[in-house]
């Protein structure tokens, strides 16, 4: 059976993390969402490997990873490396796995060496792509080396900003021991089949989530054992049963822009001079879109199922787009996905339904409807088929999703019924 893996996460220690974030707390909120396995985020940060060297326990059966409020954990974290190849600054994030709390306290030893590991849980090192994932290696062979949010501008393997044109040209000769991708929020994977490159790599999401309610906006079906080693097998082999996605457009680098002077724009690149802000004529940022244009070589072809989940033609996993849960019970309600009104309401759904996950992706209309309503039934599905606007995100600009006006729509002063 597939299970469900959240392995882009943060600790407390994390710059413009939550301090919410805890142990205690993530355990909770993986049963809320449906997680099988989450990673633990940070274990180079010093206080942090200690609080998991004292309330991890071995997983039993589950070689390789560990336990903590009935829910597994596998060492995970992200690192920053910067620096210079090929004449320019190179700012890329990588996570990295560990088979087990030694040696991921062996890593936090040799990457100390680059940078300060306490001043952040995601820490800054003066050391290339490729060396740090020879130094990894190195440590364990068995360790794990994935490029995260590969297309971001800023900190992505492919970013506009300060990335590489290929793996090869970031990895050198260490490119074949890397396997995956983290696609990152604003791109699915039918947007990456079009790259020659990736056709052979695994292509990974998660949720890089911040705060507890962002965990499962993107996850990955893994088949296979619930092991260390079966999870770095399904990763090696394409082992993956689908991915949860964002919608790509809802990403904050969908679309290239300008923050600060509000300017978006659909990519364009038959036109350079479009690259350039109309206002204050200095350069866009190059968002997600722009950059899988110019790297793909052919178009991918998609096909849409009844079921929600997208398939490509040539056997490469499907996926699903969604839009989190509080997301759409608050788009229904009129209020903000912090009040109390959408909290209580998705307590319920998720209560009574399994899962957020179950409740997004396999949940009936009569099921949702006798939990929550038939706006908010009515909402998921619709979601689920795709049939949602989003204004895209750009340039750190979340996009805005709004769901279609129906003829059905919600009165002005509608109240959900449990309220």
Known sequence: MAYFADLHLHSPYAYATSKSLTLENLAAWAGLKGLDLL?????????????L???????GEAEGLYQFGGVNFVLGTEVSCVYRQAGSHRRIHILLF??????????????????????DGRPTLGISARDLAELVLGVDSECLVIPAHAWTPWYGLFGSRSGFDSLSECFLDMTPAIRAI?????????????????????????????????????????????????LTNAIAMNGVAFTVEFYPEEGKYHY???????????????????????????????????????????????HFGEDGFIHSPDGRPPFIRLVPLQELIAQVLGRGVGTRAVQTTYMKVVQELGSELDALISGSFQDLETTAGSAIADAVLRSRAGEIQV????????????????DSALSPDFQPELL
């Open 98 to 119: 560990a088979p087990s709390l030694e040696t991921a306290a062996r890593l936090a030893e040799a990457l100390a060496v680059y940078g300060k590991l306490d001043l």
């Open 182 to 230: 983290e696609t990152g929020l604003s791109s699915d994977p039918a947007m990456n089949w079009g790259v020659d490159e990736l056709s052979d790599i695994t292509i990974l999401s998660f949720s890089d989530a911040h705060s507890l309610p962002k965990l499962a906006r993107e996850a990955t079906a893994f088949d296979g054992p619930l092991t260390f080693s079966g």
């Open 53 to 59: 060297q004292e309330k991890l326990k071995p997983a």
């Open 391 to 406: 204004e895209p995100g750009y340039d750190g600009v979340f996009g805005k999703v709004s769901l279609p006006n129906r």
């Open 39 to 51: 990673a633990t985020g940070d274990f180079t940060h010093p206080v942090w490997i200690g609080e």
């Open 256 to 302: 290239d822009g300008h923050r600060k002077c509000g300017v978006s724009r659909a990519p364009d690149l038959s036109d350079p001079g479009f690259e350039t802000c109309p206002v204050c004529r200095r350069p866009l940022t190059l968002g997600v879109l722009h950059r899988i244009k110019a790297l793909s070589r052919r178009n991918a072809e998609a």
